[in-house]
């Protein structure tokens, strides 16, 4: 074999050696690290276990980025773990002038074991072709969340765009939607604030 045939040998064992590894680091990227899996559901429960319970909240809407007009909306909301504690299911309740409540709305969210971002999906008793999916970023102290709303069908006025929500104090949270008007402005759509409800927290999720 002469030193032409050498080189030749060479270049096709470096080329094979090369898509094997290219092949090889495919796979680990494609595969979930274990640890980093568990690493994000303990993130969730952290974050998401303060949650569990009945809450009494304030949801106020507004038409436009000109807030001409705003619909108050007192709601009662409820947090616990369901399947078998993989996903945290919030039942949305609107209060009746006479104080009875109906149910208006739930709403399920998990967590993406790759990037840590909460995902949601909510959907609404009244109108249940509409639904909500939810893609937002858990902040490292476990206490605030950003991220994109995306509501189907959309709003004739308005598109739904950026979530922002977080707690303000202990027992207390803000979450606010921000949405974009027609000529591209975004605005502040609606604002929900919960207080806890005087009950103890119900159940851990197992």
């Given at each position: 074999?002469?030193?032409t ?25 494609g ?37 001409e ?27 009746l ?6 149910h208006?709305?739930?709403?399920l ?12 999906s909510?959907?609404?008793?009244t109108?249940?072709d509409?639904r ?23 709003n004739?006025n ?7 929500w977080?707690?303000i ?20 759509n609606?604002e929900?604030?919960c ?12």
């Open positions: 074999m002469d030193r045939d050498i080189r030749a040998v060479r270049g096709v064992f470096l080329r094979g050696g090369l898509l094997a590894l290219l092949l090889s680091a495919a796979t680990l990227a595969a979930v690290d274990p640890r980093v899996a568990q690493d994000s559901r303990q993130a969730f429960k952290s974050f998401a276990q303060p949650l569990v319970g009945n809450w009494e909240c304030n949801l106020r809407t507004w038409d436009d980025r000109f807030h007009r705003m619909v108050e909306t007192v709601q009662k909301r409820r947090f616990e773990w369901v399947l078998k504690g993989n996903f945290l299911q919030e039942s949305i309740y609107a209060v002038r006479g104080g009875d409540t109906t208006v709305g739930i709403t969210l998990s967590v993406d074991p790759e990037t840590m971002h909460v995902l949601g909510g959907f609404d008793a109108t249940p509409r909500m999916t939810l893609d937002a970023e858990l902040a490292p102290d476990l206490r605030h969340l950003s991220g994109k709303v995306e509501i189907t069908p959309p004739e308005a598109r739904a765009e950026r979530l922002d977080q707690w104090e202990d027992g207390r949270t803000r979450s606010r939607l921000y949405s974009r008007a027609s000529n591209g402005r975004e605005f502040l609606q929900l604030i207080k806890r409800a005087g009950d103890a927290a119900a159940g851990s999720g197992g």
